[in-house]
């Protein structure tokens, strides 16, 4: 790790570079290398590690928001349409933003993700059968889940089924958008029969070659057939930390090869679980849409994951311990419990967000409204989380609200909101507008 | 078998009333499940007292050392407060609560 001097002037030259600037839009248009950070990130201590109670904190969104951004300096992206800001994607992948980058990851990482080396603990005498049992039973407890999921019934049952599921839809987007990114890089080097089958998922992922069978683009057709905009991180303002804080993990892992075998234990938890997950989401979305969604990234998942799953296991994790014994089976545990664990800080956040989300339309009283995102150009934009609950005022001006997307509040002068702590939410203020934050 | 358990309910686990295991932590904070039975006689250690790397079995005074305790401790995940123990044995299980000297 680099020094606390080096760290603070690598981030603060970082977080003044234009791509991290001008926060002046809820929605993000047409630029993937713009990704906006909130103007107060210097005034964060990322020195200490967080908890498990607090890794949702300010300093934890922000330091996640930054790291996506890091991880991504390896993933090539161009929009989708020939309006390419060449200055912006000149900058994104320049050799001074990565140098910097790569100066403030790790200490980023310890911050974020150290917690987890307390929280999770592996003892005892572990051994091939061992892990094969446990994993085994674990495999059929995924299959075995009965629908509705708890994050499948805080949709069903929210007042707004359809805006639930779109928040659903935008918290999978940081990951889906680029689909297998995070896998492909572990894949370079020489490592034998795991390396081949690894190769083997990262084409499914892929489509095999053929563009419209790539996962990626599956998942874009189901935001496009629900009326959500296909943009690469058009909402990068919804992410919340909790959202981050899951899917950063996996590019975490990739990114820090000496953690290869956590890399293979995250990889069987989300390959495991993510069948009867989707079985489950493509039913509950054509319960919400009706058949005008198109949900063949779920079906696709619903089916190939059996294989995934199995593959891992039996294919991959079996070979590796079988030649690199106990060292293997901690790390590849280490691994599975740790992702187990941010899934669980991850659904627990999304669950209580869309509660939050519905319980807004009464607050004031003038629920989903039909403000577009172009009528609030030249607003500056306000996401954050807090740690207590805290008073949103209304001085003066002209201020929104959001809980989510798809829900902006007007707030007039004198208005008091109270945001629940740990609930992630975004102000949107005028040139005029004054607020008074009071935690 | 797999076995589930919260830390925060149960740190002693029964398996066909013959088998007695103790969620014990060591010195640095690390937890380990291993056999309560005194390698003696079979006294309970949970119930013992404790010296900086020894057990003393409350039965005979047998001072039985933490480390060879810890050598032959049952696999097991500790995930926050959720603990996961695989068992090679299977079997009727009973959970105990007791405020031992090691936990």
């Known amino acids: 790790m680099f020094s606390t001097v080096t760290f603070k002037n690598a981030l603060s030259e970082l977080v003044n570079l234009p791509i991290y600037t001008k926060r002046d839009s809820i929605e993000l248009i047409n630029s993937p290398y713009h990704r906006p950070l909130p103007d107060d990130m210097l005034s964060f201590n990322y020195d200490s590690m967080l908890s498990k109670d607090n890794v949702l904190s300010p300093s934890g969104y922000r330091a996640s928001l930054l790291l996506r951004s890091i991880y991504e300096t390896d993933l090539f992206f161009l929009p989708y349409n020939s309006n390419v800001r060449f200055k912006e994607l000149e900058s994104f992948y320049s050799y001074n933003h990565k140098l910097l980058c790569e100066i403030v990851r790790s200490g980023l990482e310890k911050h974020t993700y150290g917690f987890l080396e307390t929280l999770i603990n592996v003892s005892g005498d572990w051994k091939e059968k061992d892990i094969l049992e446990y994993f085994t039973e674990e495999q059929k407890d995924f299959d075995a889940g009965e629908y509705p999921n708890p994050t499948v019934k805080v949709i069903e049952t929210s007042s707004n089924p359809q805006r639930a599921a779109k928040n659903f839809l935008i918290r999978l987007s940081p990951d889906t958008m680029a689909e297998g990114s995070a896998l492909m890089r572990r894949l370079l080097g020489s490592f034998g029969i795991a390396q081949s089958e690894l190769f083997k998922i990262a084409i499914d992922e892929y489509g095999y070659g053929v563009n419209n069978h790539k996962h990626s683009v599956l998942f874009l057709e189901m935001l496009e057939s629900c009326n959500l905009n296909t943009d690469l991180h058009r909402y990068w303002n919804y992410y919340t930390p909790a959202t981050l804080l899951a899917h950063n993990y996996f590019h975490y892992l990739s990114k820090n090869t000496n953690l290869f075998f956590r890399y293979l234990g995250k990889l069987f938890l989300a390959e495991a679980s993510f069948s009867n997950a989707s079985k489950q989401y493509a039913r509950m979305l054509k319960n919400i849409f009706g058949n005008t969604i198109n949900v063949k990234y779920f079906e696709e998942h619903s089916t190939i994951d059996i294989y995934h799953g199995r593959m891992v296991l039996k294919n991959i994790i079996t070979e590796v311990i079988r030649n690199f014994g106990s060292y293997a089976i901690r790390e590849i545990l280490i691994g599975y419990e740790s992702f187990k664990k941010l899934l669980h800080i991850s659904n627990d956040a999304f669950c209580q967000q869309i509660a939050w989300l519905d319980a807004c339309d009464h607050l004031i009283g003038t629920g989903e409204t039909n403000i577009d995102n172009h009528s609030l150009q030249s607003y500056s934009v306000k996401s954050d989380i807090n740690e207590t609950d805290t008073e949103i005022y209304i001085e003066k001006g002209s201020v929104f609200l959001s809980p989510g997307y798809s829900s902006i509040i007007p707030l007039k002068p004198n208005n008091k909101v109270t945001i629940p702590k740990y609930h992630f939410y975004t102000l949107i203020i005028s040139e005029q507008g004054i607020v008074k934050i009071n935690k | ?103």
């Not at chain 2, 309560?36 to 020894?54: D, Q, S, V, W």
């Not at chain 2, 696999?75 to 405020?99: A, M, Q, W």
Request: charged letters at 15%; aromatic letters at 12%.
């Open chain 2, 1 to 103: 078998m797999i076995i589930k358990f919260s830390s925060k309910e149960y740190n002693i686990i029964i398996i066909n009333n013959a088998y007695v295991l103790w969620l014990l932590t060591d010195n640095v904070g690390n937890s380990y499940l291993v056999n309560a039975r005194c390698p003696h006689k079979g006294g309970p250690l949970f119930l013992g007292y404790c010296e900086t790397n020894h057990i003393i079995c409350p039965w005979h005074g047998q001072r039985i050392s933490i480390d060879s305790l810890i050598m032959k401790a049952w696999p097991i995940i500790i995930n926050d407060y959720d603990i996961t123990v695989v068992s090679p044995i299977e079997g009727i299980l009973r959970f105990i609560n007791y405020k031992s000297c090691r936990n």
